[in-house]
């Protein structure tokens, strides 16, 4: 496989390097990264590797379940830009007769389950509807992942590391991440609660990669769901470092994995981290000057909400 390497612009003190071609606010935040996550690779040469190693030379057909979400959006995007050919799925997760109607009208190579429930304003809403979480990110998730188990298809799950928080034997601070054979150690919210259950079932079916995502950036500010949106939004915020996931980035990386079929776990972020303010200052001096914002800790932000939030560091040594 021919390998080569973007132009990329790195700055110190490092956190995310990134490809010159994105937005200023995005090429901001990433070129503080550890490392560059900018290699791509000749499309026909891999795609032939990929198709070799798996003993076919058929075209990958995807089937995206999450069409309404933002993540599902942001992968139909990628697929369509790459011409590669694939649908949205029509089915509830709940509903175990419409997903495998879907299936038997698409015909997969491959499933990609970026649905779930978050919540809305934010993961509050699952502290008070604990059945409709379940059955969304628990039930509906090991269905379709039954399913395809099935019927031979590999299925990759988009969901959360919002599972751990720092301890004593992972400080804030000490460069020690998270590594995907840990166990989940927050379940401080019900969403993250479901979302470490049904990772841990995941795990027994053999075609299933299971990509923990964190704190989702992406260079438009339009996005609600966006990290830096949320925060620029907040009157006070909290200043912990943490993993995140620049999906422009990983997105791409996110498909690969598919087409190769890997499976198990994957720390689905980009090295290193970096706080609440640090982001904030580049936000203020590369898009608002006259941006303000004040902190506060865990304890005064426990007041304003009603279930704990997770802060870790992942390790990325797989990815």
């Not at 997903?99 to 502290?127: F, M, Q, S, Y």
Request: proline share 5%; aromatic share 10%.
């Amino acid at each position: 496989v021919v390998i080569k390497r973007m132009v990329v612009i790195t700055w110190a003190p490092p956190f995310f390097s990134f490809c010159i071609t994105w937005q200023r606010l995005l090429h901001v935040v990433c070129r503080a990264q550890l490392l560059s996550f900018s290699v791509s690779c000749s499309s026909a040469v891999l795609e032939a590797a990929m198709a070799e190693a798996n003993g076919s030379s058929s075209e990958p057909v995807f089937l995206i379940f999450g069409r309404s979400g933002w993540i599902g959006g942001l992968v139909g995007d990628y697929l369509k830009e790459k011409g590669a050919k694939f649908e949205y799925a029509t089915a509830r997760l709940e509903d175990r007769s419409a997903i495998l109607a879907d299936i038997e009208r698409v015909k997969p190579t491959h499933v990609l389950n970026c649905a779930g429930l978050t919540g809305r304003p934010n993961v509050d809403w699952c502290e008070t509807h604990k059945v409709e979480t379940i059955r969304s990110n628990v039930i509906g998730c090991l269905n379709l992942a039954d399913l395809c188990n099935s019927k031979g298809i590999h299925m990759m799950y988009y969901g959360t590391g919002c599972i751990f928080h720092y301890d004593d034997d992972f400080p804030m601070n000490s460069g020690k991440g998270f590594k995907e054979a840990d166990k989940p150690n927050f379940t401080g919210s019900y969403y993250s609660y479901t979302k470490a259950m049904v990772e841990s079932l995941l795990k027994e079916y053999p075609n299933v990669l299971t990509l923990r995502v964190r704190m989702p950036i992406v260079a438009d500010l339009v996005y609600p769901r966006n990290f830096i949106t949320k925060i620029i939004k907040y009157d006070k915020v909290v200043d912990i470092p943490n993993s995140m996931t620049v999906l422009p980035e990983l997105i791409p990386l996110s498909i690969q994995m598919a087409e190769r079929k890997l499976t198990g776990i994957m720390n689905f972020t980009n090295p290193g981290c970096i706080s609440h303010n640090e982001i904030l200052e580049l936000y203020k001096q590369y898009i608002d000057p006259e941006f303000a914002w004040s902190n506060f800790s865990l304890e005064e932000q426990a007041k304003v909400i009603v279930a704990p939030r997770s802060n870790n560091l992942l390790d990325t040594q797989r990815i």
